[in-house]
């Protein structure tokens, strides 16, 4: 016979549910300098509580669910808002995954053990003491992630939101979720662009041609910039124009959406970019040209021109960025500039012919790169990294991406 809701709230309030409830007002009532760092720490410690009860109760099956679905009831029925069966599973996934969020100094549950006050008097005070002695040293995390001291992957910081956290639990690559906390924090992502960002494989995009060496950094440091070739990605994805994949895009149009989107287009590209103009006119004797767009790379201390193409790159394309390239180094570039990049975005590329075009020397100023003008499929982006990991070849030093 099925229980009713009722019948399955815990009976006689325990002692974890007590522990709980005092975790949550104590982190109300923290003067902290985040109210969503008390949220993320609460919900650590709430973790933490229902993983060491699960433990506790491993010998019988199910034990951790029926659990959750009973504290959830329990909260539901004193009117506690945001604690359903599925917000208390986040909470437990988070402590599992972040189980070394805040450091908490080990405290012994001997006494969490016995169920009756009179075989111990003093359970309830002890549990008290123990609740109100986890908070105090979660506050002092607060107070040091704030000041950024010593802070890694996978420590408390005040940039990150339990949305953040939320998010990020999606990720089950370690190395990967590492490097989207770094970008997080480093870029001021809000939860939506951190969404959009793994949603878009961003560290598989940039993980391709790296080494093992390399992904340990990409993982520990996030992005780091040091030569042209770091600032682009392949593909870029521009799903949030809203445009169609249709033949009768025209270049125009495209240029139009992207400069009605530069906010979130500047957040695809990455850091570094500053944007300068668009229809750039260079005139050689009487003939005049139009560079689509011109950014300043502020990292690299460079230009980087942008010609857009709807359909398949042409060494044609090819040649005429490095004519707008060759004119901005010659008639535009500053003593303390560095050389200028060219960037072509085009739905589709054969790498043989920008290789063979290009040549060793310039292969380093002149890039190429597919755009999409929707979210692919994780599976859709793997394919696609897979093809370019062929025609690349296999990594420096045995690396996968």
């Known amino acids: 016979m099925k229980a009713k809701p009722s019948e399955r709230r815990l009976k006689n309030k325990p002692a974890i549910y007590d522990r709980i409830l005092r975790i949550l007002e104590s982190a109300r009532s923290s003067v902290t300098r985040s109210v969503n760092t008390s949220q993320v720490v609460a919900n650590w410690l709430i973790g933490r509580e229902i993983v060491e009860e699960e433990q506790q109760g491993k010998v019988r099956a199910g034990y951790g669910e029926l659990l959750i679905t ?47 006050k009179t075989d111990v008097p003093h359970a309830e005070k002890n549990d008290q003491r123990k609740a109100d002695g986890e908070t105090y040293f979660a506050a002092s995390q607060i107070h040091h992630a704030t000041r950024g001291e010593s802070w890694r992957p996978g420590l408390l910081h005040p940039n990150l939101s339990w949305t953040h956290y939320r998010t990020l639990l999606r990720v089950d690559k370690p190395e990967a979720r590492a490097f989207y906390e770094v970008e997080a924090i480093r870029n001021n992502w809000a ?44 593909p870029v994805v521009m799903e949030f124009l809203g445009l169609p994949a249709s033949p009768k895009l025209t270049e125009s149009a495209l240029e139009q959406a992207l400069i ?66 060759n004119y901005f180094d010659k008639e535009r570039r500053a003593a303390d500039d560095n050389p200028s990049l060219g960037l072509i975005l085009c739905t589709d590329k054969n790498d043989a ?16 790169s597919r755009y999409k003008l929707y979210l692919p499929t994780e599976e859709e982006l793997k394919a696609e990294l897979r093809r370019e990991v062929k025609l690349i070849g296999p990594a420096p030093g045995g690396g996968k991406p």
Not at 82 to 110: C, D, K, W
Not at 355 to 365: A, H, I, W
């Open 191 to 234: 939860a939506r662009e951190l969404e959009r960002q793994i949603n878009s494989l961003l560290y598989e995009r940039l993980a391709l041609s790296k080494d093992k060496k390399g992904l340990m950094r990409l993982a520990a440091k996030g992005q780091e910039i040091q030569k042209s070739a770091d600032i682009f990605k392949d």
């Open 353 to 368: 012919v920008v290789r063979y075009t290009l040549g060793e020397n310039r292969q380093d100023k002149i890039f190429a």
């Open 70 to 116: 009973a504290l959830a009831e329990q909260f539901k029925g004193d009117g506690i808002a945001g604690y359903s069966v599925q917000n208390l599973r986040y909470m437990r996934q988070f402590y599992l995954t972040y189980s070394e969020l805040i450091a908490i100094p080990t405290i012994r549950h001997a006494l969490r053990g016995k169920s009756s």
């Open 260 to 325: 009605d989107n530069l906010q979130v287009f500047l957040l695809e590209l990455g850091r570094g970019f500053a944007f300068v103009a668009r229809q750039q006119r260079i005139t050689l004797d009487s003939d005049h040209f139009y560079i689509d767009l011109v950014f300043y790379h502020t990292i690299l201390k460079c230009y980087v021109l942008i010609d857009l193409k709807v359909g398949k790159l042409t060494h044609n394309d090819l040649g005429q960025i490095q004519l707008y390239v």
